[in-house]
């Protein structure tokens, strides 16, 4: 079946320093990929949806220029969360898209949890 | 605003019984509905889906129901088993804006005492 590999799946940074989180789809092309965050005791909160090849597009209260989404290529998509303070410590997942239209098609990354100290 | 609620942070069910994990939801743009299933250190998996045109959906021992007027939906786990213990998450979505663009829940831990 579909895989989705995120890397790091854990990261410990300092204040001020900027942090790539990684999602790749193995074993097929993925034209969207969807990232998103979840607080504690929260649900998971879509950030931005990310088009290979064309800008990302961020919900509402997402700031773009602290959330850096490239999808480069068909099995690459990269967050980079900018400048991280403490507040941005969270969960991040990614999904991947094969293509075909139905939230079921949807591969989900295993997560990776970002503690900034 | 949470758009998507799962009121029961938590469920315990002997084994064999049947889980039953609630949704409820504010949105009424919303008009698919699915499940996904986490284990630890996972992604969430698909589990089961149902479109607002439909009441119920099955899939082996997964059924899903769907109450439009109560904005509510459950998933019906029967007979219930020890590999059912997971996170489950309740989503929404908006035919019309993409079914990929997904509003969640804040999940159900079910547990499933041998």
């Known amino acids: 079946g579909a895989v989705v590999s995120q890397h790091p799946s854990w990261v410990i940074c300092k204040s001020g320093t900027s942090v790539k989180i990684e999602c790749r789809s193995l074993?097929?092309?993925?034209?969207?990929m969807f990232w998103y965050r979840q607080f504690p005791k929260q649900s998971l909160m879509l950030m931005a949806t990310?088009?290979?090849?064309?800008?990302?597009?961020?919900e509402q209260g997402v700031e773009k220029d602290k959330f850096l989404i490239n999808h480069a290529s068909l099995t690459l998509s990269t967050l980079t969360v900018t400048s991280a303070h403490p507040e941005d410590s969270s969960f991040y997942i990614c999904?991947?898209?094969?293509?075909?239209?139905?939230?079921?098609?949807?591969?989900f990354g295993a997560g990776s949890r970002l503690t900034v100290l | 605003d949470q758009q998507v609620k799962q009121n029961s942070p938590s469920l315990s069910v002997q084994e064999g019984r049947i889980s039953i994990l609630n949704c409820d939801y504010t949105n009424s743009m919303f008009d698919y509905f699915l499940w996904y299933k986490k284990y630890p250190a996972e992604g969430p998996t698909f589990l089961i889906s149902i479109s607002s045109i439909k009441d119920k959906n099955e899939d082996g021992r997964f059924t899903v129901f769907l109450n439009k007027s109560a904005k509510h939906l459950s998933l019906h786990i029967v007979p219930s088993q020890p590999g059912d213990s997971a996170v489950y998450f309740c989503a929404a979505s908006i035919s019309n804006f993409g079914n990929e663009k997904l509003t969640f829940g804040t999940g159900t831990r079910l547990t499933i005492i041998p």
């Open positions: 999904s991947a898209s094969q293509g075909s239209s139905g939230a079921n098609v949807l591969t």
């Open positions: 990310s088009n290979e090849g064309s800008k990302a597009t961020y």
């Open positions: 074993d097929f092309q993925a034209t969207t």
